[in-house]
């Protein structure tokens, strides 16, 4: 039972534009939401987070938005860069729970 | 400052074989976590703990066994290597639970059990 889905394994966007990125989750207890992205033969880093709380989070060029209702969450990179061909996963986690659920993971490339 | 140190990067094993995976961090985490990655399941959580001398299952523990004796160091143990362990395998550590704060990987080893 995947609770965390990202349900396009990959996608490819032209320099400059904006890259979104979307996951869905199941289990209704989720409150804190993280973006990890990983490049070829690395561990993963982490990117940005989000709490249940908000409903957006901005870090530069990288912002997470969360509809609740909609279980939903997506990454937006704007503008996209070489630098962000990578693969990004989602995670989430329930309150007092020492376990992290993460998404199957999109490749993003950029195309120059 | 290292960070998450993996060893070693990769191996190859024959079925039945048996071995562990070293996992050391230098920042004083207290929250440690083991990751299998395969093609089209993500990540997912073999063990982890939340301090020296405590450790719990995750999602995918059977075939797999941990310690904690130190803060520094989470090894895993393959206890009879199988085909269906062939996967990258990721260290992770946090200061606090997992859900809390973010994870810090180490670069993973890839494991290949023929």
């Known amino acids: 039972d995947q609770q965390v889905k990202q349900n396009s394994p990959s996608l490819s966007v032209q320099e400059g534009r904006i890259s979104i990125l979307n996951c869905d989750y199941t289990?209704?207890?989720?409150?804190?939401f993280l973006w990890y992205k990983k490049y070829p033969a690395e561990g993963p880093t982490f990117l940005i987070s989000?709490?249940?709380?908000?409903d957006k989070n901005e870090d530069g060029r990288f912002t997470v938005f969360l509809n609740k209702s909609a279980k939903h969450l997506s990454l937006h990179i704007v503008p996209s860069q070489p630098g962000d061909s990578a693969v990004y996963f989602c995670?989430?986690?329930?309150?007092?729970?020492?376990?992290?659920?993460f998404g199957t993971g999109t490749r993003l490339t950029i195309i120059p | 400052n290292a960070g998450v140190t993996q060893t070693p990067k990769f191996q190859v094993l024959k079925t039945g074989q048996s071995m562990t995976l070293q996992c050391a961090q230098d920042?004083?985490?207290?929250?440690m976590s083991w990751y299998r990655q395969d093609p089209g399941m993500g990540l997912r959580l073999i063990h982890y703990?939340?301090?020296?001398?405590?450790?719990d299952q995750g999602e995918v523990p059977n075939g797999y066994n941990v310690s904690r004796s130190t803060t520094e160091d989470f090894p895993l143990r393959l206890l009879s290597a199988a085909p269906s362990q062939t996967s990258v395998y990721f260290c992770?550590?946090?200061?606090?639970?997992?859900?809390?704060?973010?994870?810090?990987f180490g670069n993973g080893t890839r494991l290949t059990v023929t």
């Open positions: 920042m004083n985490h207290e929250y």
């Open positions: 703990s939340v301090g020296a001398g405590i450790t």
């Open positions: 995670a989430a986690s329930s309150p007092g729970n020492e376990k992290l659920t």
């Open positions: 992770a550590s946090s200061w606090d639970w997992a859900g809390n704060s973010p994870l810090h």
């Open positions: 289990n209704s207890m989720f409150d804190y």
């Open positions: 989000i709490s249940s709380i908000k």
